[in-house]
């Protein structure tokens, strides 16, 4: 396969709105993406273009090999699944652990069947792999929301994904919960036959040095793209967000400040 994602010349218009315009966008194996920018960039239209869940206005759009128009959309969800709010809340809170993993091999969001012992062994491994053993008797309804972004993500690998997105799987936690996803992230992109990620967030802090390139979306439109150390930079982060930044790289982790 020569690329994991081919978009080109993507808009989308809705109610009169362009919310995305003219995106073009290449992600070769061996890359993880951060989709980055503020609050109402586009990130998550996008992200709903790539699913499948929004068609694009114009453009052409090609994930895995499978040319949009010309592809079983469920089937392509099946090995692209994503991380969300959306899907978090479909999840029946009295499902366990072990359940909600169960339910990502099935692609449903509830259990209706017991267990086969092929589905037992692979939420093992996922287990092993996210740390979640200590999660896997507690119904899900009682788990905090880091737990639970954590058992979305090893959710999300039981049918092993040829593409994993992650959308801001860090929001509204706090730093102790952001600090275990974000290892589980680590853990995962670590992993054998690891699949590619796309993440997306607006805060630097949740970049690690999982993700390798970038790409900045700003009011739709692309903002700058490349590897991680060449788009946040102060001077990017400053011009993106309208206010005098500085940028910090250290033992891996970036941070953002003010200037005085």
């Not at 479909?90 to 267990?115: C, K, Q, W, Y």
Request: glycine residues 10%; neutral net charge; contains cysteine.
């Amino acid at each position: 396969m020569k690329s994991i994602l081919e978009i080109s010349g993507l808009s989308v218009r809705r109610d009169h709105a362009l919310l995305l315009d003219m995106v073009n966008w290449c992600i070769a194996p061996g890359e993880n993406w951060v989709l980055f920018g503020p609050n109402g960039a586009g990130k998550t239209t996008l992200l709903s273009v790539i699913t499948g869940y929004t068609w694009p206005t114009s453009g052409n759009v090609r994930v895995l090999g499978h040319q949009f128009g010309e592809t079983d959309m469920q089937t392509l969800r099946r090995i692209v699944p994503i991380v969300s709010d959306s899907v978090g809340a479909g999840i029946h809170g009295n499902l366990s652990g072990l359940e909600v993993l169960i339910t990502g091999a099935r692609a449903h969001l509830n259990m209706f069947d017991p267990p086969s012992y092929g589905e037992l062994r692979r939420a093992a491994e996922i287990a092993e792999m996210i740390s979640a053993h200590t999660l896997l008797d507690i119904p899900y309804s009682v788990m905090s929301t880091g737990e639970r972004q954590r058992l979305l993500i090893g959710r999300a690998l039981m049918a092993y994904p040829h593409l994993l997105i992650l959308d801001e799987p860090c929001a509204g936690l706090d730093i102790a919960g952001r600090e275990f996803v974000l290892h589980t992230i680590h853990s995962v992109a670590s992993s054998d036959k690891a699949p590619p990620l796309i993440m997306t967030t607006h805060h630097v802090e949740e970049i690690t040095p999982a993700f390798t390139h970038a790409l900045v979306l700003q009011k739709g439109r692309i903002f700058t793209r490349g590897t991680i150390g060449s788009v946040l930079t102060s001077r990017t982060l400053s011009d993106l967000f309208g206010i005098s930044l500085r940028a910090h790289h250290r033992k891996g982790r970036w941070s953002v400040a003010p200037t005085a």
